[in-house]
């Protein structure tokens, strides 16, 4: 039998082999030996620190393969143990396969890993991620979540309190504020930003009783830092006496202030770039806080 691909003429046996037939997976121009030690290794030193960095294709069947090591931590029987065994490279991450990962993702029916993508690799230009285990003590998207959730709950107290009082007495009430507006449903108004509120309530899912309290504590320990960056500056540019001709303390390439929503790349290009127009809401810089004004030339 004969078949027509554009205007050349093939036999069936020819048109398997001009398809992707049985190309299943990455081959990373290595043999299938050193592939799949590659692979276990990458694997093992994911279980051994719960993240690691890598390039972008490594992480993607790294974390296919780590779904499965874990599917079989959470079966726990004798078989899943000696397959789990012989896949590993090393002994000693059994153990925390078999309990603390089992225990962490008991509830979890999947989605144990996350690629973070971490721009390219100087030389080669490859691209570069960051693959780690969903809820483990270093989570990027935890320490993300908890510092987008206080910006926005600073900036909301900021519109109806001065920024001196909230140095001198701080902001509290923020477990509260997580847990209500972890109780509002899709498309509810709320303090937070909808997509701020979907990234919350979708991180305490699984979490234990615990994580409200932990997030608390992160998101004031953030609001703190915030609010403590412009107080530094300030005296930091007092002590040197350094002041620019706006009597202002100068930022640099990139810097933001806390609060300013544009991105490092706006910020970055200047004048030479797009211009977007600055956040609505406060921005603490030195002339919000202590009531500064530009000195006049």
Do not use: C
Not at 23 to 34: E, G, L, M, N, Q
Not at 66 to 73: D, M, P, S
Request: net charge positive.
């Amino acid at each position: 039998m004969t078949y027509i691909l554009g205007a050349i003429f093939l036999t069936l046996d020819q048109l398997l082999t001009v398809m992707k037939h049985g190309v299943a997976f990455r081959k990373f121009s290595r043999s299938t030996s050193h592939r799949m030690l590659m692979l276990r290794n990458l694997v093992t030193s994911l279980f051994e620190h719960e993240q690691i960095k890598t390039t972008l294709p490594k992480a993607r069947d790294t974390a296919r393969l780590a779904e499965k090591i874990i599917t079989l931590g959470k079966k726990g029987d004798r078989s899943a143990q000696a397959r789990a065994s012989a896949f590993l490279l090393k002994p000693e991450v059994l153990p925390k396969l078999f309990g603390t990962f089992a225990s962490r993702y008991a509830e979890r029916p999947g989605g144990y890993t996350r690629i973070h993508k971490f721009g390219n690799r100087p030389g080669d230009n490859a691209p570069v991620a960051i693959l780690e285990l969903v809820d483990n003590h270093k989570d990027l998207r935890w320490e993300i979540t908890a510092r987008a959730i206080g910006r926005e709950i600073l900036q909301d107290k900021l519109r109806a309190e001065k920024p001196l009082d909230l140095i001198k007495t701080g902001v509290h009430g923020t477990q509260n504020i997580i847990e209500s507006e972890r109780a509002l449903e899709y498309g509810r108004n709320g303090l937070l930003r909808p997509k701020t509120r979907w990234n919350m309530q979708k991180m305490l899912r699984f979490r234990n009783q615990d994580a409200v309290s932990q997030l608390s504590r992160n998101v004031g320990n953030y609001i703190d830092h915030l609010m403590a960056t412009p107080i530094s500056m300030k005296n930091l540019h007092d002590r040197e006496r350094r002041k620019t001709v706006t009597g202002e303390f100068a930022l640099r390439a990139g810097q933001s202030a806390p609060g300013d929503p544009r991105s490092v790349l706006d910020l970055s290009q200047g004048r030479l770039g797009i211009q977007r127009p600055p956040s609505a809401g406060p921005v603490l810089t030195a002339n919000y806080i202590f009531g500064r004004k530009p000195k006049k030339t």
